[in-house]
């Protein structure tokens, strides 16, 4: 959002939340890519305060009334009324946050909830920063959300099918993206342990299954959210990710989960 | 007497040495880019014990301190504020953050030699720089006594004494300490080189840093070096 502005995000949002029947969700994020800095105008010097300052305008344009606010970062607005307003009233938004602890505080404050973008390693890592999304919100009296995750995915009928497109796909965007940034490229081997214990749900859909279920219980998560479409998967290979997902992930998730409560 | 270390910079990288630093059993001062209150909430949960004050407390009351802001933040800092001081420089260059520096990406001259530049009345060495931050935490073998192996971590000083000082404190953290031969061979362990990331054990990294030519980077650096 950094390099957007809140008002045309909330338009777009409401309007794609009136087409699409209240099902739209906004993740606000500060923007780990800061390619659209330059490309709009922006200095990434002012980097902290223009998230902050549209992050504090963009919450008071969810509360969809009239809305007063003043910066530096746009034009102020006088108790203007924004459109279209959702049915709901409320459109759905959280913060994406990568493990900066500042994020954290940042989207307790303004009081919404979190989801943790987690593209590496153990989920089991991000477990303090829940603590501090906690910590922060009893500190400041603001509401205590349910905490989401997301992570890359790959679904194919066999572990094998999953593991050679994820390993063309997945690994070699990664790599790209390493590789702008003066990172050494992956191995095997740590693209096998991402597979098996880091962040890439990777597999058939009872071994995706079993890899979100344990994420899910050893974070205390309530949300978990599968990226299905890094690098240059076919639509085919996509859809596969989709409709396994849809169809035996959550399902097996879900039976995953409701086993150990009974147990 | 207790070991003590500070840190400026409570950012990620941060954080995680404050975290590893209170598990060797440092005393660890931190200080972030704002007043003490900003950082304390995240510091009580996610570094208990680690004293959050200002910069220029952090200096005086410590003869070792690392730097982990983000690369083009250092020079706003006093550049005599760490006087006679051993400074671990684990900054590094991320355009992302940094905006574009051509400065920061010259083969000829390392971003630890601009450091030194910079606080020249300090001795600078480049430390935990090549290593991922999530990667530090689960590699220490302070932290995680379980790890099967210890992994290394390079150090390049000009300062004889300053490079000792720090391949301690490498050891202390939980890694095996490499040390190059100066600061300025410390080109070999910034973005662009495949050591940049690098989660290895002390033979397998002298060889990545020995093989710093394989990227065009590490051929620039090389050239660099006849001219």
Known sequence: MSSDDPVRVFERFATLDAISHGRAQVMLGRGSFTESFPLFGFDLQDYEILFEEKLALFSKLLTEKPVTWQGTTRAALNDVEIFPKTESGQLEAYVGVGGSPESIIRAARYGLPIMLAIIGGSPERFKPYMRLYEKATEQLGTPKYPIGMHSHGVIAPTDEAAYDIAWRSLRVQMDKIGQERGWAPMTRERFEKEIATGSYYVGSPTTVAQRIARAIKGLGVNRFDLVYSAGNQTPAERQQTIELYAKEVIPQVRQILAEEIND | ?227
């Open chain 2, 1 to 227: 007497m207790t070991k003590k270390i500070g840190i400026i910079g409570a950012g990620k990288l941060g954080i995680v040495l404050a975290q590893i630093g209170l598990q060797a059993g440092y005393e660890v001062a931190i200080a972030g880019s704002g007043s003490p209150e900003k950082i304390s909430l995240t510091m009580a949960v996610l570094a208990p014990g680690a004293k959050a004050m200002t910069s220029l407390e952090v200096a005086k009351q410590n003869d070792n301190i690392i730097l982990a802001l983000p690369l083009s933040k250092f020079a706003q800092l006093d550049s005599d504020m760490f006087m006679g001081k051993v400074v671990l420089d684990a900054m590094n260059y991320w355009w992302e953050v940094d905006g574009k520096r051509d400065d920061f990406n010259n083969p000829q001259y390392g971003t630890s030699e601009l450091v030194q530049e910079y606080f020249n009345s300090s001795y600078i060495v480049k430390a935990f720089n090549h290593m991922g931050y999530h990667d530090l935490l689960d590699e220490s073998s302070i932290v995680n006594p379980e790890n099967s192996s210890i992994k290394a971590i390079a150090v390049a000083g000009d300062d004889a004494i300053a490079v000792k000082k720090v391949a301690a404190i490498v050891t202390d953290f939980g890694f095996n300490p490499l040390i190059l031969s100066s600061l300025h061979d410390g080109l070999k362990l910034q973005p662009g080189i495949n050591t940049f990331g690098a989660d290895l054990e002390i033979d397998d990294l002298k060889i990545a840093i020995d093989s710093y030519t394989d990227t065009s980077f590490g051929q620039a650096i090389a050239a660099a070096k006849l001219q």
